[in-house]
């Protein structure tokens, strides 16, 4: 269903506050406006301001998906969501034309850069390999600055023997010791819980909440590398059905997507 302009975050347990994130956001990409009880337009070329007396300034016809509804954006790539600019990046880390097509070859694409924020972010696969968008991982890093006293739980199982221990930190690291990195680099990382509500376009009537033409590998969760600071025995994950950034056990099983750049 089509989403209003606030960030819809479910907080599982209560009491849990969310992370504190300086990094910059996308826009939320809604264009669809709304009085106090229903729709009341689209933002488009050629219609009138579909905003009504009285609920003015609304998300809906401000910023960059406004601005790309109206053929006012200038892009580096492309998009299929409103407001949102990406480029496909290749294995060796080159960056390709937008019709590229994923693959395992030095020259195809693996991974899609955020031209908004500066993100890159993993493509996953569906080969049975390492990064098979289907294996799980339970939360586990043993710094204590991003643990916050709990290091989680490193004997995960979900990863049909890709790694010994299917947990967060074995998967980074795996990724990392790739003999060329992935995407030509070596500094893959844990994104943020604000990095992955950043992939979500709340103007977007259909699940998963992103942009699947530019993120074709659709996993349906990703942990963040945020412990809960209220109780570290949770970490943040972000829920692309709709269920948005909300507190997991770090014993739980889940899917993860790694991001490098942006800090």
Not at 22 to 39: E, F, H, K, M, P
Not at 48 to 56: C, I, K, L, S, W
Not at 154 to 160: H, I, K, L, S, V
Request: proline letters at 5%; aromatic letters at 8%.
């Amino acid at each position: 269903m089509n989403r209003p302009a606030c960030l819809l975050i479910l907080l599982a347990g209560g009491g849990f506050s969310l992370p504190a994130s300086a990094q910059r956001l996308n826009d939320t990409g809604q264009i669809v406006c709304y009085n106090d009880t229903a729709s009341t337009g689209t933002v488009s070329p050629g219609t009138p301001d579909p905003e009504t007396a009285g609920f003015n300034a609304q998300d809906c016809t401000r910023g960059a998906a406004a601005a790309d509804a109206l053929g006012r954006m200038v892009k580096i790539g492309g998009s299929s969501v409103p407001g949102r600019d990406y480029s496909k990046i290749a294995n060796d880390g080159s960056v390709l034309a937008a019709d590229a097509m994923l693959g395992s070859g030095p020259g195809d694409w693996a991974c899609t850069r955020d031209n908004i924020t500066g993100l890159i972010w993993e493509i996953k696969t569906d080969d049975n390999g390492l990064r098979d968008k289907d294996w799980t991982y339970t939360w586990y890093d043993t710094d204590g600055n991003i643990n916050g006293g709990n290091a989680g739980t490193e004997a995960g199982t979900g990863c049909n023997g890709t790694l010994v221990g299917c947990n967060t930190t074995a998967y980074r690291d795996a990724v990392n010791l790739l003999s060329v990195g992935l995407c030509g680099a070596t500094d893959w990382r844990l994104p943020t819980g604000g990095e992955l509500w950043g992939l979500v376009d709340h103007g977007l009537n259909s699940e998963p909440t992103f942009d699947v033409v530019w993120f074709p590998v659709v996993v349906w969760n990703s942990w963040s590398g945020e412990s809960v600071a209220s109780d570290p025995s949770f970490a943040w994950m972000a829920g692309f059905d709709g269920a948005g950034l909300y507190p997991q056990p770090k014993s739980f099983p889940r899917q993860l997507r790694l991001v490098r750049g942006g800090q």
